[in-house]
């Protein structure tokens, strides 16, 4: 005679508490370390230790969330972790960690835009690619022309910008 176990009423999830943990001691460290700053406000009122305390208030508020998910929701089954979404990713953050420099800033991100689509389901590398060189191109637009910040230039950066 096989017994059968049904689960009456459900349990905390465990794994949120652990991340509410996780974030209550970074925001508590952040709020701490961001009082130690000396505060010169100038005339805002606002100074470079606020925004540490900031950060830090908002990450206690998601650690309250997670503990709120954790007792209303509880657990329901074990996502399995899918490999392959990582790997694309993976891979784009390695192409462009190797291609930042010898090929610039756009290409590079171009091409971890298109890596993280397909990552995310959207494996047409066809129409991916030219969107993630697009937005990269703008991207970079915005930093040296408007702020006047040098990302690293290829040949297309140098032929639209100018060196």
């Given amino acids: 005679m096989t017994k059968v176990y049904i689960a009456t009423e459900r349990r905390p999830n465990g794994a949120a508490f652990i991340v509410a943990a996780g974030l209550a001691a970074l925001g508590a460290l952040l709020i701490w370390q961001g009082g130690a700053i000396p505060d010169k406000g100038g005339y805002a009122g606002i100074g470079s230790g606020d925004v540490p305390k900031f950060v830090g208030y908002g990450l206690l508020a998601l650690a309250f969330g997670h503990v709120w998910s ?3 929701h509880g657990t329901t089954g074990r996502l399995h972790p899918q490999f392959v979404p990582v ?3 993976v891979a784009g953050l ?3 960690l190797v291609l930042l420099w010898p090929a610039g800033f756009t290409v590079a991100s171009g091409l971890l835009f298109a890596f993280t689509a397909a990552g995310f389901g959207k494996r047409n590398l066809g129409l991916t690619l030219p969107i993630g060189l697009a ?4 991207i970079y637009g915005v930093f ?3 702020l006047k910040l040098k990302l690293p230039a290829g040949l297309l950066e140098n032929l639209i910008f100018g060196g």
């Fill in 70 to 72: 954790g007792l209303r």
């Fill in 87 to 89: 790997l694309w990713i």
């Fill in 94 to 96: 390695a192409l462009q």
């Fill in 135 to 138: 937005l990269s191109l703008l």
């Fill in 144 to 146: 040296d022309q408007l």
